[in-house]
Every structure is written in structure tokens, then in C-alpha cells.
């Protein structure tokens, strides 16, 4: 991604920009452009953000610190609602707001409680973020813009921006990086150079198998899965310049009828989510991985509070 090069008396600014929007709108696809590497796990089932990831950009004259945070929708779970808590705490908190739009679908319910949530937010800037604008033509996005400029009118509020985008595309997301920056305030850099998330290796790795496992399972699976990393340890004996990380992975799913799903005829979907999994996870740690992935069942932890904060939420 390009940088545009400061001027020398400009001030440093740093600050956290938040992605909001209904679930599938493109809020890590576009954290992972910014970020230029993937720190959000992305897939084409809503709901898939579970954790809030920060995922950092570095600039000569800023730094831009996002908070991804899962989609906001009408709870129907317990975890359904810790979920959109999380959602609003990430609001209070950041100094600007963006809200992703798919290009490609009609502003709907969704999008109007989200926006009415925000207009209650006055003195947070909000930028209208409309994504995947790859897959629409030059009459439908112009229809888009026009809807989002009124939809803000309604509600009685202004957007201090509104930007197309194609994460897939790499189309003006570094304007939108140039957009979100000025709305910063000043400020030295908030993390090191070269940090690019502050999510905790474990959390990652997990997001990296759910991700995986996540991938053509049936409709009904995706909420059902949660993944703990048990433990990352050193293989013992092994040779300096050989080293071996033993990672073990309990998945957890909500009944015994879905075990078969996730491990698949005579194991192959377990082992194929191990394989896919453990690419991405040796490339983000640097080193060659053992993983063992056992598939435990919780019984309906998204409804029960003990397994909730047993699983991390």
C-alpha cells in the first residue's frame, strides 16, 4: 500500500477507527487491505468475528489502529448478546467510526438499526464505507451513495465521509486510509513499528482453525463451533536448527450429531482443516507446527453462561 510521504511540520497522529455494519458486510476483508496481511478471519457465513481484532497500519505520518468488532444484529442467543455488547463498547471507545455498506445489497433493517444506533453517537465522526464495489456497475453504486447520504438525513446526522471500496480489488483503500487519518487525534505512535495486531498468538491461531473449519460445513454449523488453543509448546529434543511447536486444539461443537460434520468419512474434513489450518498458522508464527485438533462437545454453550466464559467470551 502506498504511503503518502508527510510534510515535515505536519503532526504525528494516531488514534482507533472502528468497522460497524450487519454481519457479512466486508469489516475484515477490508481490516485485512488495510492491514496489508490477514489479522481477521473472514468468510462467507455471517457472524464469523467473534473477538474484537485490532489490526495496526503503519504510516509515515500516522498510525491507524482498527477495531474490528463483530456485526451487529438482533440477538437470539446469549452469546448473540454478549457479541453486540462487545459492539458497543468498541463505539465508546474509538475516534472514528466506520460503517461498511455493501455496494451490492439494498440498504435493508439491518443497516437502519445500526445507523439509528449510530446517529445517538454525536460527537464521533462516522465515515460511510460502501465495500465490494467490485461486483456492482457504475448505476447501481451511484443508486447506493444516494440512499446512504439519505438514509444519514433521516436519522438527522451527517457523514463526514462516504467512500467506495474493493478490499478484493485493492480500489481506493488507501484513500479511505488517507480519509480515516486526518479524523485521528494527535499523537506518538501507539505500538511499536512492525506490530501489526495485538491479538495474543493463541487467539489467533485458534480464529485461524475456526476459519478453517468453518469452510463448507452446512448452514447450521458456523455458530456452533468455538476452538481453544490449549497449549503451544516447544517439541523437547529436537535440534536447534529443526524446531517443532506442539499446538493442541480442543473444537468445540453444541451436540454429538455435529461431531460427524467436523471430523467428515474416516476423519478427512478434521484432517483437511488441520492441513489448511497449519499453513496459516506456521506462516504467522515463524516455525513448523505439530497441531492436534480434538472435536469435544459443550453442550449448547451459547446459551449457557459457565461454558460461554470457559470458551473466552
Not at 88 to 93: F, I, K, L, T
Not at 203 to 208: D, G, K, N, R, T
Not at 244 to 252: A, I
Amino acid at each position: 500500500m502506498s504511503a503518502r510521504i508527510p510534510s515535515s511540520d505536519a503532526p504525528h497522529r494516531a488514534g482507533f477507527a472502528c468497522f460497524v455494519g450487519r454481519p457479512n458486510a466486508g469489516k475484515s476483508t477490508l481490516t485485512n487491505a488495510l492491514v496489508g496481511t490477514k489479522v481477521a478471519i473472514t468468510s462467507n457465513r455471517p457472524q464469523t468475528t467473534r473477538h474484537t481484532v485490532r489490526g495496526i497500519v503503519h504510516r509515515p505520518e500516522a498510525q491507524l489502529v482498527l477495531v474490528d468488532t463483530p456485526g451487529l444484529h438482533k440477538p437470539r442467543t446469549l452469546l448473540g448478546e454478549r457479541l453486540n455488547d462487545v459492539v458497543r463498547a468498541a463505539w465508546s471507545e474509538v475516534d472514528v467510526i466506520g460503517f461498511c455498506l455493501p455496494a451490492d445489497q439494498k440498504l435493508g433493517p439491518g443497516d437502519r438499526y445500526i445507523a439509528n444506533e449510530l446517529a445517538g453517537i454525536k460527537k464521533t465522526p462516522k465515515i460511510a464505507i460502501v465495500t465490494k464495489t467490485d461486483l456492482v456497475d457504475s448505476k447501481q453504486l451511484a443508486e447506493q451513495l444516494i440512499a446512504i447520504d439519505q438514509l444519514s438525513r433521516e436519522l438527522g446526522f451527517e457523514w463526514a465521509e462516504i467512500v467506495p471500496v474493493s478490499a478484493v480489488g485493492d480500489t481506493q483503500v488507501s484513500l479511505l486510509a488517507d480519509l480515516l487519518v486526518p479524523l485521528l487525534p494527535e499523537s506518538p505512535p501507539l505500538y511499536p513499528e512492525g506490530d501489526l495486531t495485538d491479538e495474543p498468538e493463541q487467539v489467533m491461531v485458534a480464529e485461524l482453525i475456526r476459519e478453517a473449519a468453518l469452510e463448507g460445513v452446512r448452514d447450521e454449523l458456523p455458530h456452533s463451533i468455538a476452538v481453544v488453543v490449549e497449549e503451544m509448546i516447544p517439541r523437547e529434543g529436537r535440534p536447534e536448527n529443526k524446531p517443532l511447536l506442539d499446538v493442541h486444539v480442543n473444537v468445540y461443537i453444541e451436540r454429538s450429531s455435529q461431531k460427524g460434520i467436523i471430523i467428515g468419512p474416516k476423519g478427512a474434513r478434521l484432517k483437511e482443516v488441520g492441513v489448511k489450518s497449519r499453513k496459516h498458522i506456521e506462516a504467522l508464527l515463524g516455525t513448523p507446527v505439530f497441531l492436534d485438533l480434538h472435536v469435544k462437545v459443550a453442550k449448547d454453550w451459547q446459551r449457557d453462561p459457565k461454558q460461554l466464559r470457559k470458551l473466552g467470551f
